[in-house]
């Protein structure tokens, strides 16, 4: 789906759903991730896609309705490069933008 300013935007129903995506090969420019998911939560997504070579560096957000400043702490941890309260749009569009500019800028130095 495009959404409006013309990014693809793909939905898995769960990180199991999005492993499996991820495993066939697919890649993303940015990953936006709930903390509380059935099967393997948030905090273990991150730890997966962390481990791999193709997603190592993918910028990570989690989204959460829990304001704990442990849940943020874990979710930093666990490889998530922010933490943020769902029901943000303004935010988590802001953070999508710096993350990706920064990670293009990144392979930009590198090339």
Not at 21 to 34: C, T
Not at 37 to 64: C, H, N, V, Y
Request: no cysteine; hydrophobic share 40%.
């Amino acid at each position: 789906a495009l959404d409006s300013d013309h990014s693809r935007v793909f939905v898995a129903e769960s990180a199991v759903a999005a492993v499996d995506r991820l495993e066939r090969g697919e890649r993303f420019d940015v990953i936006v991730s709930d903390l509380s998911m059935p099967m393997m939560d948030g905090f273990e997504f991150a730890e997966w896609l962390r481990q791999r070579p193709e997603t190592k560096s993918t910028p990570l957000i989690a989204l959460s309705s829990l304001g704990q400043s442990t849940h943020e702490a874990r979710a930093i941890q666990s490889g998530f490069d922010r933490y943020l309260q769902k029901f943000n749009a303004e935010k988590l569009m802001s953070a999508i933008d710096d993350l990706v500019y920064r990670a293009q800028n990144r392979k930009g130095a590198s090339a």
